[in-house]
């Protein structure tokens, strides 16, 4: 059975780094397009980046430049590094294998102000 697992969500200032991160169990991983989602408070979970199995990224418009999506295939992780963080990107962020269709459980992230 596949399970994504993220971690290294938390309460950060404005302005300040978050990375998170994406472990996979019961997939192969290196052939799967992953990406990261988020979904506000009483707002619809909407699209942050993607990563193709080949090293392609995708990044919504409002965190390109700021947000980078990257993957480790020998540990199954991909990672979300989050920079210039804005009250407006906090969210229980969500990891994606989009090839199998599986969905991590989330985790917070809040960035204040």
């Known amino acids: 059975q596949v399970q994504l697992v993220e971690s290294g969500g938390g309460l950060v200032q404005a302005g300040g780094s978050q990375r998170l991160s994406c472990a996979a169990s019961?997939?192969?991983?290196?052939?799967?397009?992953m990406g990261w989602y988020r979904q506000a408070p009483g707002k619809q979970r909407e699209f942050v980046a993607l990563?193709?199995?080949?090293?392609?990224?995708n990044y919504a418009d409002s965190v390109e430049g700021r947000f980078t999506i990257s993957r480790d295939n020998a540990k199954k992780t991909v990672y979300l590094q989050m920079n210039s963080l804005k009250p407006e990107d906090t969210a229980v962020y969500y990891c994606r294998d989009y090839t199998l269709g599986y969905w991590g459980q989330g985790t917070q992230v809040t960035v204040s102000s």
């Open positions: 990563i193709t199995s080949g090293g392609s990224t």
């Open positions: 019961g997939s192969i991983f290196s052939s799967d397009t």
